[in-house]
C-alpha cells in the first residue's frame, strides 16, 4: 500500500537542495523505509516535500518502502514492521545499507528530512 503523502510535491524546488539531493542520489544499494499515515499532521506537512526529493534524486521505487501506520484510540500505532524498528512517532524515515540502518529521522528537526538523512549519511 502507499502512501498518498508520499506524492511528490510539484512545487519543491530541487535546485535548494541540490546538496542533500545529491547525497541521496550517490546511494545506489540502499534501502529507504518511510513510515507514515495519511491522517498524520506532521506527515502530510513533510513527506510531499521528502517524496519530491526522492524523485530528484532519480532512487528507483523498489528502493523505497512505505509502510501506512494506525493510530489507535489509545494513542498506540500500528502497522507492518512498526514493532521491528521501534516506530513510535511519525514519520519515520529510516535509510539501510546492505540491511544495516545508517541513518533515521523521527518525526521533526529544525532541517527538512531530506537535508537531516543527508547530514548523516555524509
Known amino acids: 500500500m502507499q502512501l498518498e503523502t508520499m506524492r511528490p510535491n510539484p512545487t519543491w524546488n530541487a535546485a535548494s537542495y ?26 502530510r506537512a513533510q513527506l510531499p516535500d521528502f517524496a519530491a526529493a526522492l524523485d530528484a534524486a532519480a532512487l528507483p521505487t523498489e528502493q523505497i518502502r512505505h509502510h501506512p501506520v494506525e493510530k489507535h484510540d489509545d494513542g498506540s500505532k500500528s502497522g507492518e514492521l512498526v514493532d521491528a524498528y521501534g516506530i513510535d512517532r511519525i514519520p519515520t524515515v529510516v535509510v539501510e545499507l546492505d540491511g544495516e540502518e545508517c541513518a533515521r529521522f523521527v518525526e521533526s528537526a529544525d532541517v527538512p528530512i531530506v537535508v ?7
Open 18 to 43: 541540490e546538496d542533500a539531493v545529491e547525497t541521496l542520489a550517490g546511494t545506489d544499494d540502499v534501502t529507504i523505509h518511510v513510515w507514515g499515515g495519511d491522517w498524520c499532521t506532521d506527515c
Open 116 to 122: 537531516s538523512l543527508a547530514e548523516q549519511l555524509r
